[in-house]
């Protein structure tokens, strides 16, 4: 039964659920808020989602790197390049990212029918980023359920597991990782410095994964 | 202390809690998600803006006409024009709408350092918007408090009472409503027909106003 909609960036996390839950999924909605990796991302997006057969949509969201501040929305060189961690990630929280996602996508599946949709936030993000905490996935559940006419569930099945574990997830579907993009400086080429880049690398390591990717830097 | 912002369009309820609560507000901010009022209401948020020298903006969100189905998205004929209540106007609810504005409200607020952001839905829609009752701005509160950094708070204020009871505040504040805009069929006058003309003079006449808005029909 097709009854879902997927919130989708072309990412390592969301790929994974795309090929896990795709005998679910009938929409995956990339969200353009002009963050420096969404072109490389939405690349990979595009792909996958021809390749299984899945309406695949892009929404844009220009009034962000407008009206929001983050450094993912900046340059670059604003993107820290040490550890993944809170001090170092705070300044690439897009406020509120996940709540808006997640609200225009219920919106969205409402619109068209469908009674679900899926987000792959993670634990690895909870000390980061506040809206992929299981406090908020809670919340935002409940909200998305009282307000929609046909009570839309939020389905967040990552929420407890971390990155390293959603690779072994993606190693047992048979995933290529080197078809998902990470690099939040948003180059051609994964520069593998950046503190995301450290976490992707990590994550396939600890899944015991051949990692293919092309890196800048090793 | 200037630490709220308001999503506000221009209309009755938006415009009283704009002056009801002015101390309080650093900035409103007016959705453009391609409804059929969104232009008259407009003029009316930016003349209230200047006149309380409250900074003013306008997020455009285009793609909500494009994927979301509504009658308030569509053609002037669509829109009801008997009484005003759930049969009749479930045509017009634009899936989340109050969810998708409060998130990204509460991502601009994060931006700028607001601590509070504002909504005025009131008890007269509960029957008809499910993004209007308690049970969802309870949820959606607790949602963007554990989504944010700051911990941004909602204020509803409005949730538990009525249209006309929104007027008699604004009778008490010197509000004259015919400088607000209510007509779903966005003509540049109000047509005083449709269900949403009904629900405002309703409101009006039961506060014991004048009301001297301007209608196409008596």
């Known amino acids: 039964?097709?009854?879902?909609?997927?919130v989708f960036s072309g990412g390592m996390d969301s790929t994974t659920m795309l090929y896990e839950y795709q005998e679910r999924i009938a929409l995956a909605v990339t969200?353009?808020?002009?963050?420096?990796?969404?072109?490389?991302e939405r690349k990979f997006a595009v792909m996958h989602c021809a390749r299984l057969g899945i309406k695949h949509i892009v929404v844009p969201m220009d009034f962000m790197r407008r009206?929001?501040?983050?450094?993912?929305?900046?340059s670059p060189d604003d993107i820290p390049t040490d550890e993944y961690n809170e001090s170092n990630m705070k300044s690439t929280v897009v406020p509120f990212?996940?709540?808006?996602?997640l609200s225009v996508a219920a919106g969205i599946a409402e619109s068209n029918g469908l009674g679900r949709v899926m987000i792959a936030n993670h634990s690895g993000d909870h000390a980061v980023y506040p809206d992929c905490r299981?406090?908020?996935?809670?919340a935002m559940s409940e909200a998305v359920r009282n307000?929609?006419?046909?009570?839309?569930?939020?389905?967040?099945?990552?929420?407890?597991?971390?990155?390293?574990?959603?690779?072994?997830?993606?190693?047992?579907?048979?995933?290529?990782?080197?078809?998902?993009y990470s690099c939040y400086k948003g180059g051609k080429v994964h520069?593998?410095?950046c503190a995301t880049c450290r976490e992707r690398r990590a994550a396939l390591a600890a899944a015991g994964i051949n990692d293919t990717t092309v890196y800048e830097s090793a």
């Open 147 to 180: 307000g929609t006419y046909n009570a839309v569930e939020v389905f967040a099945p990552y929420t407890n597991i971390d990155k390293a574990a959603i690779a072994r997830r993606g190693l047992g579907l048979g995933l290529d990782y080197s078809e998902t």
């Open 1 to 6: 039964m097709k009854d879902s909609l997927i």
């Open 191 to 193: 520069c593998g410095a």
């Open 31 to 40: 969200f353009d808020y002009g963050s420096l990796q969404n072109a490389e």
């Open 134 to 138: 299981p406090g908020f996935v809670k």
């Open 67 to 74: 009206h929001f501040k983050s450094a993912l929305l900046s």
């Open 97 to 101: 990212r996940n709540g808006i996602m």
